[in-house]
């Protein structure tokens, strides 16, 4: 099945919005594999690695969330 985009905006937002969420699925993963090799006791330099892999994840996500309201705001329709 193939989707034809009537609207260049529309279609524009949805690309973009794939582009987020495609960024914000990057930044988890790599938080994962920070966590997945955390060590015991947790120096300050790793600390400092997954605090700003933390924050790089939450802005993506945030950029995600916005991106998908501007869409839902475009097409009139309050988002759940």
């Not at 009537?6 to 930044?27: G, N």
């Not at 400092?48 to 892999?53: A, G, N, T, Y």
Request: proline share 2%; with cysteine; aromatic share 12%.
């Amino acid at each position: 099945m193939s989707l034809v985009a009537t609207d260049k905006h529309l279609a524009h937002m949805v690309f973009d919005l794939s582009d987020a969420f495609r960024a914000f699925s990057t930044e988890a993963a790599k938080l994962g594999a920070l966590l997945q090799r955390s060590e015991e006791p947790v120096s300050p330099e790793w600390y400092d690695e997954l605090q700003k892999q933390c924050i790089a994840e939450v802005q993506a996500f945030e950029e995600y969330l916005n991106r998908k309201e501007k869409i839902f705001a475009y097409l009139r329709v309050e988002s759940r």
